[in-house]
Each structure stands twice: as C-alpha cells, then as structure tokens.
T-cell receptor
Framework: KNEVEQSPQNLTAQEGEFITINCSYS?????LHWLQQHPGGGIVSLFM???GKKKHGRLIATINIQEKHSSLHITASHPRDSAVYIC????????FGAGTRLTVKP | NAGVTQTPKFRVLKTGQSMTLLCAQD?????MYWYRQDPGMGLRLIHY???????AKGEVPDGYNVSRLKKQNFLLGLESAAPSQTSVYFC??????????FGPGTRLTVL
C-alpha cells in the first residue's frame, strides 16, 4: 500500500465548479505539500501545511493531522486550473502521491 | 533572480556512459533535492542535502551519486547509465520546513 494516496485519479469539471482533491497518508509527517504540474512539466508549490488551513486566491488547503488527511479545494474553477495536482508528505525525506489530473472545461 | 536552474535540459546517453546533472539555486536555500518522475510512478526522491557538504539517500538512490561542495549547487551523477534511468529529473531547493522551489527538469534518455 502506498504511503500517500490521492483521490480521485482523474477529475473533469465544468468551469465555475467547486473542486475537491483528497490526500490520505499513513505515516507520521512534519509537513504536507500540495504541488501543481501543468502540461509541459513545470512543478510549482501551492501550499505547505503542518496544521489547519491555508488560502491563496481561489485555492484552499486543509489538513487534519489526527485523521492523516488533507484536502485541496478550488473555488470557481477555470480552464487554466487544468493540471496535475500532487500531494507530498515530508518526514526526513519526501513521499509523493500519484497525482490527480484535473481538466476544467469551458 | 534565476531561481532553480538545471543543466542540461535534454540528454541522450548510451548504456554504460556517465554524466552529471547540475542544479543551481540563487536563493541561499539550505536544502536541495533530486527527484525522478516516471509515468505511473510519480515523483520519487533520489538524494537530498540539508547543507553544504552533506548528502543523504532518498527512496531510490541506487545507481546515482551526489555532491554538494557549494551551497548553491547540487550535482547528480550517473556513473554507468542504464535504460531504467530513463526519466525526467527535477531538482528542488528550500529553506528548512518551507515550500520547495523546483527547477524546469532534465529529460534523460538512456538507449
């Protein structure tokens, strides 16, 4: 079993919809990261969380340490949000989920 | 600021050849990382460094060596390339317990 599980693997939404991507992990961590990778390959860090909730524009990330679960929410989704979203957990090293491929249709 | 840069961007090697990938950052970050990304496997940590002169193994270190002689540079070496090392390699850097900044990637093909 992978240490970091993401769901769903693929997600298609209409522009304007509210999006939720989930991440569950099975190990103790010091922090959790959400990354975005657009077609063409560049990787950008969206959030780093160790507790609670963070918001940046239309993106919100939450983490529940007791339940070992994090969610990434996108409000008012837009076609430019189409990308792969990757959850990663940080211990002494880094372990990654397989990613969620999001497609937002106009 | 250039951020995190990687050299080269593309490379084709024959089995058994050696090469070095260079990662450079101009943000004075303590931590640096080398990852590989393969279809169906996601990102995996190869080696990392928490400071100049220090390195540590990640999840998939076999077949790779690294060096961090200067704080701003992290080198990844392949002594004898194998087809299984065909991948996209990403470097990243960060302050301790902060978000990571990624380089643009190096696409390596081993024939």
């Amino acid at each position: 079993k992978n240490e970091v599980e993401q769901s769903p693997q693929n997600l298609t939404a209409q522009e304007g919809e509210f999006i939720t991507i989930n991440c569950s992990y099975s190990v103790g961590i010091s922090a959790l990261h959400w990354l975005q990778q657009h077609p063409g390959g560049g990787i950008v860090s969206l959030f780093m969380l160790s507790s609670g909730k963070k918001k940046h524009g239309r993106l919100i990330a939450t983490i529940n340490i007791q339940e070992k679960h994090s969610s990434l929410h996108i409000t008012a989704s837009h076609p430019r949000d189409s990308a792969v979203y990757i959850c990663a957990v940080e211990r002494y090293d880094m372990r990654f989920g397989a990613g969620t491929r999001l497609t937002v249709k106009p | 600021n250039a951020g995190v840069t990687q050299t080269p961007k593309f490379r084709v090697l024959k089995t058994g050849q050696s090469m070095t990938l260079l990662c450079a950052q101009d943000m004075n970050h303590e931590y640096m990382y080398w990852y590989r990304q393969d279809p169906g496997m996601g990102l995996r940590l190869i080696h990392y460094s928490v400071g100049e002169g220090t390195t540590a193994k990640g999840e998939v270190p076999d077949g790779y060596n690294v060096s961090r002689l200067k704080k701003q540079n992290f080198l990844l070496g392949l002594e004898s390339a194998a087809p299984s090392q065909t991948s996209v390699y990403f470097c990243a850097s960060s302050y301790p317990r902060h978000e990571q900044f990624f380089g643009p990637g190096t696409r390596l093909t081993v024939l």
